[in-house]
């Protein structure tokens, strides 16, 4: 039986992981919930999940639920923060419990009959979500290489949203390393999420709850695939991926509603699909139109549809590169929500959107880390943590081979090169 391991890392990775299994615990009611995401051991269920920070204040508020029963083993933690430095999370402070957090990692694999994934949330903006992430991420492929993919759920920068003026060294530094070391990126946004959640629902007042809350959601049916479906969910995400560069894909989700909405509570099946496929919808930032690479949706609903997104006019006219329509897969179970102000829905949906014109982001994100680098500003810091200047700008030639990568997969650079090939020949 296969099983994948959870991995939170850095305070935002360990609050989502907080909020997800939570939302586990709920989804236990279900008869097969447990098997691809707990270890049972004498009639008891263990999480198969891995809490990591190099300070202890977060951790210490998952560990006051005692209604999930974590292992001691679940729970690392460091003397002091990172600072919001890549260079601490991975090269000073991150290596002195990097020994201990694989010790860990082996225990709970050696725990299970097969493990085939590790799941990974983050935010790259800080320093241990970033530089202990990145650490933790090579070491893993040294040890596991191909055999155990990693697959992360990870919150990227926003664009008119931030509290950390080197968030762009962090996750340019760290991005270099995704593209090595995973096999598929969901990327998220603060900002985009936020837009999400007031575009659905009128909350008077929204938090990083409702953030974790909506990624646990993600995740939540991504596992949910395998738990209730019995379908591989590693097909869904490789799908995705067409090139091993190119593995960063933009999520949607819906609906969300309150207990108090009824009118958004029962969506039919075309509503449904016209909700989660508008760009505005999105959970991470897209100022161009998508130009999907590869598409793929996931229906979550207690029943059987075997029509569901067969003969929806939207999805036959999505214009997807690699594919006729998006393929579709369904999760039979029950919606759940760790949030009780939020609704349980009949149905919901997620399209995920491997996107060409990502390069767009990648761009203005190396644009924002030129202005800090060209003018040496912090640049110290992390020098002084042991980063070469080299690898600083290895890391921006890498994230701009990226976006060139992306670019090259849009019909404007297509367009482009035959316009060009045409003057040239006359």
């Known amino acids: 039986m296969c ?8 305070g935002a990775g360990v609050m989502i992981g907080d909020e997800l299994w939570k939302l586990y615990q709920k989804e236990q009611t279900d008869k097969n919930a447990k098997i691809y995401n707990y270890n049972e051991n004498d009639s008891n269920y263990f999480p198969l999940a891995l809490f990591m920070d190099l300070d202890d204040r977060m951790v210490n508020e998952v560990k006051k639920n005692k209604q999930i029963n974590y292992k001691s083993t679940s729970f690392i933690t460091g ?4 600072a919001n430095n890549y260079c601490r999370g991975h090269y000073t402070i991150g290596k002195e419990i990097m020994d201990k957090c694989l010790d860990y990692v082996r225990k709970q694999v050696e725990s299970v009959d097969k493990i085939d994934q590790f ?5 790259l903006s800080g320093g241990t979500g970033s530089g202990f992430s990145s650490l933790l991420l090579e070491r893993l492929s040294v040890d596991y290489g191909v055999k155990v993919e990693k697959n992360a759920f990870l919150i990227y920068p926003s664009q008119e949203m931030s509290n950390n003026t080197v968030d762009a060294f962090n996750a340019v530094l760290a991005t270099h390393m995704t593209i090595e070391h995973c096999d598929c990126v969901v990327m998220l946004d603060n900002q985009s999420m936020y837009k999400s ?16 809350n909506l990624v646990s959601q993600l995740i939540s049916s991504y596992t949910g695939l395998r738990r209730f479906s019995k379908i591989d969910n590693k097909k869904l995400l490789s799908e995705l991926c067409p090139y091993p560069r190119i593995h960063y894909v933009i ?19 075309k509503q ?11 959970l991470f930032q897209s100022e161009i139109n998508p130009e999907h690479i590869c598409a793929s949706i996931v229906h979550r609903s207690k029943h059987n549809n075997q029509f569901f997104g067969q003969s929806d006019l939207t999805l036959q006219t999505m214009r997807i590169k690699h594919q006729n329509i998006p393929n579709v897969y369904q999760c039979l179970s029950q919606n759940y929500t760790s949030i009780s102000e939020l609704a349980q829905l009949k149905q919901t949906g997620i399209l995920l959107s491997n996107d060409a014109n990502l390069f767009n982001y990648f761009d203005k994100l190396g644009k924002k880390y030129d ?10 810091w992390f020098v002084g943590e042991g980063c070469e200047s080299g690898e600083m700008s290895e890391c921006r030639e890498d994230l701009a081979a990226l976006s060139k990568d992306y670019e090259d997969m849009t019909d404007g650079a297509i367009h482009s090169c035959e316009v060009f090939d045409e003057d040239d020949i006359e």
């Open 3 to 10: 099983s994948s391991i959870h991995l939170h890392i850095g």
């Open 79 to 82: 003397k002091e923060d990172s």
């Open 119 to 123: 799941i990974i949330t983050s935010a």
């Open 197 to 212: 959640i007031d575009s659905q629902i009128g909350l008077d007042y929204v938090d990083y709850t409702h953030l974790n």
């Open 251 to 269: 999520p949607s989700y819906g609906p969300l509603a309150s207990i108090n909405d009824q009118i958004n509570q029962e969506l039919n099946e």
């Open 272 to 282: 449904l699909i016209s909700l989660i496929t508008k760009p505005a919808q999105r």
């Open 371 to 380: 202005k800090i680098y060209s003018k040496r500003a912090f640049v110290h």
